[in-house]
């Protein structure tokens, strides 16, 4: 383990095995593999579902489970100083720029919202068909789980990770660079010098996706990949309990509405596809997956995400929004604390099968033969039969 200074590496390592799916076929029309790429990702996790395909519920749920147990490089002063509210910490550089904290109970969200997704899409931490990258930038990096991570996957590949915030480990892979940096200020690095750029849960962070897709573009090299792995904020069910939430709507919606007051706008799942398709990238590739706020699936996979999701947002919900209703919305505390007591009591009621989308989109920087290296289906429904939660448990 070093600090966080690394010189240009060569790399090795290999793409991730997609996670199996729900036992579908080859995509039909699907590109055969070259020789060295990854598998195609014609299976995903049981997670991942078509957008009319509903979630089983399990019968099994009663309100006494225990899944509510409470078991559940030098850097300038300026850049390393907090500034502090309401009780919570907050990034000092480009101060307010980014409206959540960054104290320890942050933190402690971000790593289990990690793992979430990391659950969700069947323990890969990416979908690009990726081989045999040497330079990986992670946008927003956070608490730099997901770049260390990485640097193990590929540890002859360098891997850069930016944040507002210096609040990643000291001790890292030799391969890994932590970076205080905005990526909404103009990008330092050389244009085409990225193999994959990589960014997740950057809700509250731009303020422009277009942009951030076509400076993605520019510090892709030929050939290579732009990834973004994002919440849909938009509640909803498949059986319409989800109207019964009344706090938990509430709290989405005014969430929603001071982002975009506060000049973060919270996009929906199907618009960053034709961004980065207007960026320029190609071969975009968009994979759907439903992440429901606590243990009410049949289905066993999503009932273990369900578990660790509900825990970041009983534990987390107040921090998520307090920077934003008190500075845009102008709440009192005890009001956000009204509001989000009765949301944590809605989340624990297994009998409103609310669910928020999570989206994955890939896209590649066309190279001079406009080849595509590894393969991803066209669709990732297309001609496949997703069958009930129940007979994939």
């Known amino acids: 383990m070093a600090s ?117 899409l069947g323990g890969e931490l990416f979908l690009a068909p990726l081989d045999q990258p040497r330079r990986i930038l992670d ?14 996957r590929f540890p002859k590949a360098l891997v850069v990770g930016t944040d507002l915030s210096p609040i990643q480990p000291t001790w890292v892979p030799e391969n890994v660079r932590f970076e205080v940096d905005d990526v909404e200020s103009e990008w330092l690095y050389r244009r085409s010098s990225f193999d994959y750029i990589h960014s997740r849960s950057m809700l509250g962070a731009i303020s422009d996706w277009k942009k951030l897709a076509q400076n993605a573009f520019k510090h892709c090299r030929p050939g290579g990949y732009f990834e973004i792995q994002e919440l849909d904020c938009f509640v909803t069910s498949d059986d319409g309990t989800h109207l019964r939430g009344d706090a938990t709507n509430q709290w989405t919606s005014m969430m929603k509405s001071a982002a975009r007051e506060y000049g973060r706008p ?51 919900c107040e921090g998520l929004c307090i920077g934003l209703f008190t500075r845009q919305l102008k709440w009192q505390l005890a009001e956000i604390q009204v509001l989000c007591a009765k949301f944590r009591s809605e989340i624990k009621d297994k009998s409103i099968h609310s669910y928020q989308h999570f989206v994955v989109v890939v896209g590649q920087k066309p190279d001079s033969g406009n080849f595509s290296r590894g393969s991803t289906p066209s669709s990732v429904f297309e001609n496949v039969n997703i069958s009930s939660p129940e007979s994939q448990a």
């Open 4 to 120: 966080a200074t690394v010189k240009g590496p060569e790399q090795n390592g290999s793409s991730p095995t997609p996670p199996p799916l729900l036992g579908g076929p080859k995509m039909s029309g699907e590109a055969e593999q070259q020789s060295g790429s990854p598998p195609a990702l014609t299976n995903l996790s049981c997670a991942q579902q078509a957008p009319n395909s509903p979630i089983e519920v399990d019968s099994l749920n009663t309100a006494d489970d225990d899944d509510w147990d409470d078991g559940s490089a030098s850097i300038v002063s300026s850049v390393l100083d907090y500034e502090f509210e309401n009780g919570r910490r907050y990034h000092a550089y480009k101060a307010g720029h980014y409206p959540l904290p960054n104290d320890e109970l942050e933190l402690e969200r971000l790593d289990l919202t990690h793992h979430v997704i990391t659950l969700l």
């Open 139 to 152: 946008i927003g990096t956070g608490t730099g789980l997901w770049a260390i991570e990485m640097a193990d």
């Open 266 to 316: 919270v996009p929906r799942y199907y618009e960053y596809k034709p961004w980065l398709e207007e960026a320029g990238f190609i071969n975009v590739k968009e994979y759907l997956f439903k992440i429901p706020f606590n243990t009410w699936p049949k289905n066993k996979q999503l009932k273990e995400v369900a578990k660790y999701n509900f825990v970041q947002y009983f534990e987390g």
